[in-house]
């Protein structure tokens, strides 16, 4: 019984994975390589060219997909990193407030903080209103329907799943260590760069792999507070199955951006290191 105990408590959840994501996947593996349409229905015709024809369609939608997540990723870290490193070195006794407020936007739902940006953001907004009225900014000037309004919104929405990861890792590091190499006449810099950064590597990968992903597959934020030139892959895959009803297409789409994913992934790993990774987060 206790050899089976291991395989017993990982039962459930591999169950839960097995109906909810690999039969979901295998079906929908199946539905992009079938032809026919929602009146006369999907027949299996194995018909793999419905990739090749998506990828050549749809490939700027694709680059532009990967060049925001990657942009949006970049800020990311460049506010999440600052902000996890005050909190767990700085925060003191306050740090659980400091989580919950970095947490507090979570308590509003994804699309209503969403829309509430395209107010604040709106030409004739609470933002822009004042700025044009009183000359600071040209009465042409606007932020919403361009790539900035969209990059910040992945910002904004993903922040706190790059900030928490991040803390999670400095606050493991051991004050002792940096007081360690300041004692052996490292400059901050230094100590810093020497010691804590490596240190908090695998916050850093975690918080990129949460964040690159799913900013990627986005088309909230690109249908709210982007226009036509920034459309997004994912509002091509939406537009696909639920307006166009056309579901072997946005099937091969999605399995296609998942192969992109992962090969950016194991690529990002691969100039890492994941295995000093992994060495810095069991130290």
Known sequence: MRRLAPYLLILPGGLWLAIFLVVPMVFMASVSTQEGDVVNGFVQTFNFSVYGDALVQYQTQFLRSAGYGLAATVVSIALAYPMAYWIAFKGGPRKSTYLLLVLLPFFVSFVLRTVSWKFLLADDGML????????????????????????????????????????????????????????????????????????????????????FVPMTADYVNAGILGGPENTMIGNIIQTEYLVNNDYPTAAALSFTLMAAMLVGIFAYAKALGTENVLEAAVR
């Open 128 to 211: 822009l209103s004042p700025l044009k009225s009183m000359g600071l900014v040209p009465g042409d000037f606007h932020v919403l329907q361009t790539t900035v309004a969209v990059i910040g919104g992945l910002v904004y929405n993903y922040l706190p799943f790059m900030i928490l990861p991040i803390y999670v890792a400095l606050e493991r590091v051991d004050p002792r260590v940096v007081e360690a190499a300041q004692d052996l006449y490292a400059a901050r810099r230094e100590a810093f760069t020497k010691v804590v950064l490596p240190l908090s590597l695998p916050g850093v990968f975690a918080g990129v792999l949460m964040t």
